[in-house]
């Protein structure tokens, strides 16, 4: 942020932190939920930031694409957790995490305490500061975490945890409760609803349609002096507006002669 003219630590940077984070999150609740693929290497020198904190991703050479079945498992775990926030948890959301994990593919060791998979949906889709269930802890380094109960997993589940741990690491930084349950609860309501078939793919991820070539040249001219001579008025009200304003603080004839004659090829 300091080589954008923002002073870390002050209200400014506080700020553009949130817009960055809000746009990362946006971005990437898209692509898991929406359409089917995700950056497969977020790192902040992948990220760019733009002025106004506008953000851009870049390096896109590793993207994986999800299957609709896996989308459908991603935001079942995320609607999970999102009931766990709000009730506090239970026995019964527990048993639930285990069989939505074991949909996507994940399988935990044998030893694995009972409530590995509520605390890796939480790990992954939960606030920075969550607490963990069955003495868990929140950071994925840590003995404790539920990581370390992991049998076996689908390359999908790295790609989707670099993500989200990505975004829970800026919003930890920031101090800032940034919870990707809540965040993307609409999103995960909406990839439900389209189920494993998929719905239309959003106009924010259509395909420009291409271009037709026209079939009789001369009518595509008729079309473009058409367009021409509708657009003959904007000539004459951009042609009246220059010679009034740039003409009128002339002080000689002369010189508004000349900017008369300018405005006039304008057209």
């Not at 079945?69 to 019964?92: D, F």
């Not at 609803?193 to 001369?218: H, K």
Request: charged share 20%; hydrophobic share 45%; proline share 6%.
């Amino acid at each position: 942020m300091a080589k954008r003219g923002i002073e870390p630590g002050g209200p400014e940077a506080k700020v553009a932190g949130r817009r960055i984070l809000a746009q990362l999150t946006e971005a990437f609740g898209r692509m898991i939920l929406g359409a089917g693929f995700i950056h497969g290497d977020p790192h902040p020198g992948n990220i760019f930031v733009m002025e106004g904190a506008q953000v851009a991703l870049i390096d896109c050479g590793q993207v994986k694409q999800l299957p609709s079945s896996l989308r459908v498992s991603i935001a079942e775990a995320l609607l999970l957790v999102r009931e766990w926030q709000v009730t506090g948890g239970s026995e019964a959301l527990v048993r639930t995490a285990r069989g939505a994990f074991a949909e996507f593919g994940v399988t935990f060791l044998d030893d694995a305490p009972p409530e590995a998979a509520a605390a890796l949906a939480l790990l992954l889709f939960g606030d920075a500061e969550e607490p963990m269930p069955g003495r868990f802890s929140a950071s994925e380094l840590s003995d404790s975490s539920p990581l370390k109960c992991i049998a076996s997993f689908p390359q999908e589940l790295v790609l989707l945890g670099r993500a989200t741990i990505l975004i829970k690491g800026i919003s930890k930084r920031l101090g800032l409760k940034w919870s990707l349950a809540e965040k993307w609860e609409p999103l995960a309501k909406q990839a439900l609803e389209c189920g494993a078939d998929g719905c239309t793919m959003p106009t924010w991820s259509a395909t420009t349609p291409a271009r037709t070539v026209p079939g009789n040249v001369a009518a595509e001219r008729l079309r473009f002096r058409e367009v021409l001579r509708s657009y003959g008025g904007s000539g004459k009200l951009l042609r009246k507006w220059v010679v009034e304003k740039v003409g009128g603080a002339m002080p000689t004839r002369l010189k508004r002669l000349a900017v008369a004659t300018i405005a006039n090829r304008i057209e």
